[in-house]
């Protein structure tokens, strides 16, 4: 014991050591972010004021966080690489593999019948909407850039292009021509599609940093176009009035003809609420589904081949600029039909919705989740944007910080935090193992011996 009680209290100094450093450096970069703050007075002037409380709790809570580090996480992860990999238990993680789908299928087909029996109709349009309709339109944007980054390995960091291109097309579309929502909706589907096209031609011979260069290019060109195409899209205006969808040309408004009159119900927003819902959700089951299948055809395997190694799956004969033109196209068309149920979702678009944070957003699900994943990048979305809509709840923080706190302004900074913890606990995101897309006679589990992160 005399031995090991220096190493203790030398583990115990860095530790301090550190925590106190991190703690200086994370008082010098948000002492300008959050120590001071302007605001506009009553004769419209800026005033500089300042929020040490809040300042000197975020310091707190890094330092702290970096001294739990030293001295709880980081000796376990050094046993844990030092310690030789065993196959965990298969038993329970079967039984998870097996009933965890379904289940979670089954949980979002009775998620409105949950919340109207919990909250009654006017508590359940704030759960149904902004949790779930809006944590589906990312789960369903997280699948469409998997097949992207996760599936084919293509950086793509304008994604939000295609997002907007459906979006504006529906929109345009809908109020020049008045046509259906569903006969737009794979019309916007395609347009983006087509996009995506003429996005993936000029890089087909870059890869890594020059091909996430290029397609942020790419996002940032297709806002600016819609910002300056005032004679088209009304630029930083927005485009408003978009028609609503209709369960077969019945509308949910008040009118005589609206579908509580028709239904001899009394007229609630929440059966428009629940209508969008199950669009939705039918649009990110079918964006899985499509994807599953596809990852099982030679299309798919070519992708699998091009994440892995460009050189050698030219050597084996694959074509891959066909390659990356698919994969470019199929998720640039489910980002169209996500962006066409966003604009009659909204019955709004302007610019600011389809900014570059939206792209970084959506990547940071696709990261987290585990690339490939279809399941991490749904927990992944479920965690982030959920937790955001958590945040706008937190209101008895404002009596710890003071009234003018808002907890969702901090949002990308716990968003950050947590790819941090992501790239430490698990490298490859939450659900780091990939199923085979095809196996000789019989499914096999890879020995530990030859990987890096445990079990295959």
Same mark, same amino acid.
């Given at each position: ?30 002492? @300008? $972010? ?13 005033? $500089? ?8 709790? !975020? ?17 376990? %992860? ?19 593999? =097996? ?26 349009? =704030? ?9 589906? !339109? ?12 996760? $599936? ?21 579309? #809908? =109020? ?74 019945? *509308? ?33 089951? $079918? ?6 299948? %596809? ?40 980002? +169209? ?5 966003? #604009? ?6 302007? @610019? ?23 399941? +991490? ?5 479920? /965690? ?22 808002? *907890? ?9 935090? /947590? ?7 698990? *490298? ?12 000789? =006679?019989?499914?096999?589990? !890879? ?10």
């Amino acid at each position: 014991m005399a031995d090991g009680a220096p190493d203790k209290r030398v583990d115990m100094a860095r530790a301090l050591r550190d925590a106190g450093i991190t703690a200086l450096l994370a008082f010098g970069l948000f002492l @300008p $972010l959050v120590g001071f703050q302007t605001v506009t007075d009553f004769g419209n002037n800026l005033v $500089l004021t300042t929020r040490w409380s809040l300042l000197f709790a !975020i310091v707190a809570i890094v330092g702290a966080g970096r001294l739990a580090y030293s001295l709880l996480l980081e000796p376990a %992860l050094k046993q844990r690489s030092m310690r030789r990999v065993s196959a965990p238990p298969a038993g329970w993680r079967a039984v998870i593999a =097996k009933w965890f789908t379904p289940f979670a299928i089954g949980f979002v087909i009775v998620y409105p019948p949950l919340v109207l029996a919990i909250n009654g109709f006017g508590g359940a349009v =704030k759960w149904i909407d902004n949790f779930g309709i809006q944590i589906l !339109i990312y789960v369903m944007l997280g699948w469409g850039l998997n097949i992207v980054v996760g $599936l084919a390995g293509l950086l793509d960091l304008g994604y939000v292009a295609f997002y907007a291109v459906g979006a504006y097309s529906y929109a345009l579309l #809908a =109020k020049t021509f008045g046509l259906a929502f569903w006969i737009l909706l794979p019309l916007a589907g395609i347009l983006s599609s087509f996009w995506g096209v003429l996005l993936g031609f000029p890089v087909l011979r870059l890869r890594g940093d020059y091909l996430a260069i290029v397609t942020l290019a790419f996002g940032e060109i297709i806002r600016i176009v819609i910002i300056n195409w005032v004679d088209l899209t009304n630029g930083y205006a927005g485009i408003s009035g978009i028609p609503r969808p209709t369960l077969f040309g019945i *509308p949910f408004t008040a009118a005589d003809d609206g579908f509580a009159a028709v239904f001899g119900l009394e007229f609630s927003p929440i059966y428009r609420v629940i209508f969008l819902y199950y669009i939705i959700l039918a649009l990110a089951l $079918l964006t899985a589904f499509v994807t599953v299948r %596809l990852r099982r055809l030679p299309v798919g395997r070519a992708w699998e081949a091009l994440r892995e190694d460009e050189i050698a799956c030219r050597s084996l004969g694959i074509n891959t600029t066909n390659t990356k033109l698919t994969a470019f196209a199929m998720g640039a068309m489910f980002a +169209g039909f996500a962006g066409s149920f966003f #604009a009659t979702r909204q019955g709004f678009i302007s @610019p600011e919705s389809f900014t570059f944070l939206e792209s970084a957003t959506i990547l940071s699900i696709v990261v987290l989740g585990g690339m490939g994943s279809q399941i +991490g990048v749904a927990i992944a979305a479920i /965690a982030m944007i959920g937790g955001t809509e958590i945040m706008r709840e937190l209101d008895f923080l404002k009596e710890i910080f003071g009234p003018t706190f808002d *907890p969702t302004q901090y949002r990308m900074l716990l968003f950050g935090f /947590a790819m941090v913890l992501i790239m430490i606990w698990r *490298p490859r995101g939450l659900i780091a193992t990939r199923e085979p897309s095809v196996f000789l =006679k019989e499914r096999k589990s !890879i020995s530990a011996d030859l990987i890096n992160e445990g079990h295959g």
